[in-house]
């Protein structure tokens, strides 16, 4: 039973350009979150996707957006890339809210603006 | 606001017991999380609790304390694999917050 997939496992990108994360849910699994974690702090919350939609959103500008498709894959984009994006960019798959509580982690991409 | 509080670091020796400690204040409270976090990987399940009191599992055991916004894992008969990030996570509707995380140091 495969886990959550992410795509690529590691980047390195200049300031100001786009980048598209890729994530596969855990099988049986129909909602997705992205979690930014920079080094030596916990994860934060960007948004969640469920039913192809944005649900919930953290405290982050525009330009991060995302989108999921029907087979529950999500990507995660970041558009005008800053230094401060540099981070571990985690994806987590779960059931929709009410159908369980546990979240599988993928193990992440780490993106390095330079 | 959100908050949830854990110390930076907690070194220990081999074979001996630890207590990692979280509090939190959040807006909401559906669960909360213990996660472990090898560097540079994905954060593996440990606990989860959501009702008042200890879990034990194995080697690991979390405690909860909803009045007190309190919880902590406890570690048992460390192991040199052990060494690890440990990250405590409140559920909320649609969402986990995490502390900063708690880096444990396991020494020989």
């Known amino acids: 039973d495969a886990g959550v997939t992410q795509s690529p496992t590691h980047l390195i990108k200049t300031r100001g350009q786009q980048v598209t994360l890729r994530c596969s849910p855990k099988s049986g699994h129909d909602t997705v979150s992205w979690y930014q974690q920079a080094l030596g702090q916990g994860p934060q919350f960007i948004f969640q996707?469920?039913?192809?939609?944005?649900?919930q959103r953290g405290n982050f500008p525009d330009r991060f957006s995302g989108h999921q498709f029907p087979n529950y894959s999500s990507e995660l984009n970041v558009n005008a890339l800053l230094l401060g994006d540099s981070a571990l960019y985690l994806c987590?798959?779960?059931?929709?809210?009410?159908?369980?509580?546990?979240?599988?982690f993928g193990s992440g991409t780490r993106l390095t603006v330079v | 606001g959100q908050n949830i509080d854990q110390p930076t670091e907690m070194t220990a020796t081999e074979g001996a017991i630890v207590q990692i400690n979280c509090t939190y204040q959040t807006s909401g409270f559906n669960g909360l999380f213990w996660y472990q976090q090898h560097a540079g990987e994905a954060p593996t399940f440990l606990s989860y609790n959501v009702l008042d009191g200890l879990e034990e599992k194995g080697r690991f055991s979390s405690f909860l304390s909803r009045s007190k916004g309190y919880s902590y894992l406890l570690l048992k008969e460390l192991q040199m694999k052990d060494s690890a990030s440990y990250l405590c996570?409140?559920?909320?509707?649609?969402?986990?917050?995490f502390g900063q995380g708690t880096t444990l140091q396991v020494k020989p």
């Open positions: 996707y469920y039913e192809e939609e944005e649900r």
């Open positions: 996570a409140v559920r909320l509707t649609g969402k986990l917050i």
């Open positions: 987590a798959s779960s059931l929709a809210e009410g159908m369980g509580y546990g979240y599988t």
